[in-house]
């Protein structure tokens, strides 16, 4: 799609804050251009640093896993992104001036991509995208309406890595997103687990 390619070749030479310094490569995002889903993480990890593409490491073959048993793939129908797009040092969170800074890119493809369904995975996307004062536990698993679309707030899958206990509140919350898609994009998506 020729205005994401745009927006591309600006943001992978982008120098607007502190994080170009130490990163590798820039992780714009990736999948399906006309998606009716996104999802929105917080940033590119070692992995996602030097493939250049994003949730490749193993809390992305987790969301690899989550996304298939809900019969949604980057091939097919989501497109995947970051609050910010290139790899803080040590991986730790973008500071508040790094997310602001990055913000108006995401913005952009969010405009472009233009889905339906948005889901936030983690503090920071909550905190970068909706409010900076929301705390995930308390948002996680209802639905937000933000710019005329639907928003629904879950754990990181690195959270769920650390602590699989919160892979049953986190399963439960995709199963409200497919519900949601079945509602607003495709009456017949289908799940093979609900
Ligand atoms: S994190 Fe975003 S704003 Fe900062 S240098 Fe990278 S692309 Fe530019």
Partial sequence: MKELDAIKSEVLSCQKCALCQHRHTVVFGEGCSSSS?????????????????????????????????????????????????????????????????????????????????????????????IDS?????RLRGRWLEWNGRWVMPTYHPSALLRTPELKRDAWE?????????REVVDANHFSAYH
């Fill in 37 to 129: 889903l996104m999802c929105i993480g917080e940033g590119p990890g070692y992995y996602e640093d030097m493939a250049g593409r994003p949730f490749v490491g193993a809390s992305g073959q987790l969301l690899d896993k989550i996304l298939d048993v809900c019969g949604f793939s980057r091939q097919r129908n989501v497109f995947i992104a970051n609050i910010v797009k290139c790899r803080p040092p040590g991986n730790r969170a973008p500071l508040p001036e790094e997310r602001a800074q990055c913000l108006p890119y995401l913005l952009q493809q969010i405009e472009i991509i233009n889905p339906r369904i948005l889901v936030l995975l983690g503090a920071t996307a909550l905190q970068g995208l």
């Fill in 173 to 181: 919350d995709f199963k409200k997103v497919i519900d949601k898609y």
């Fill in 133 to 137: 004062e929301a705390r995930i536990t």
